[in-house]
């Protein structure tokens, strides 16, 4: 098991261009989160599926950001229109069946996404 | 609303013994949990709390009071190694999580 991975690793755009980033969780976990993570700052949650369903959202999200996870398996993180203030980390994480009732999250590496 | 509370930045010599604090107000508790972080890297799971007490493991410890919201991460004979930033995390009921702002922790020789 290679572990979550992100991909692209580091993203520049100008101001206005759309992106799109892909997690690949571990390959057995079910549940998929997605974050963004300023310097100096905890992640804050964007979003979270639970196989292909699409649980919860942030009310921080704007619609400029949508998510899919089409077959339960891999998810891609869709931004329209950035902004700079969109500049960020994106980190994805998943997560499996509960260990001791732990719902331990697995990170990956994440996206830097640069707006200019 | 939810909140969740860490000192910025705390520092501490190789050898020595921190704690970091976490106060945290959340809507719904199914369990905490502290990540560490280095620069540049993801997050990786240290440790978890789900009832009030005390959880050990080797160097690394933490304590839960439910009542009180509040949580701590004891790092025991510190290494160079264990700078790095150490986050608090709550998770939700829904089963989504708030994490705290981290706590960037220097270990100095």
Redesign the interface.
Known sequence: DTG?SQDPRHKITKRGQNVTFRCDPISEHN?L?W?RQTL??????LT?F?NEAQ??KSRLLSDRFSAERPKGSFSTLEIQRTEQGDSAMY?CASSGIRTL??????????TRLSVL | GQNIDQPTEMTATEGAIVQINCTYQTSGFNGLFWYQQHAGEAPTFLSYNVLDGLEEKGRFSSFLSRSKGYSYLLLKELQMKDSASYLCAVENYGQNFVFGPGTRLSVLP
């Open positions: 979550v549940r989160y974050y100096g700052q905890g992640p804050e949650f979270y639970q649980l919860e980190l009732a732990k719902n331990i999250q697995y990170f990956g590496a994440g």
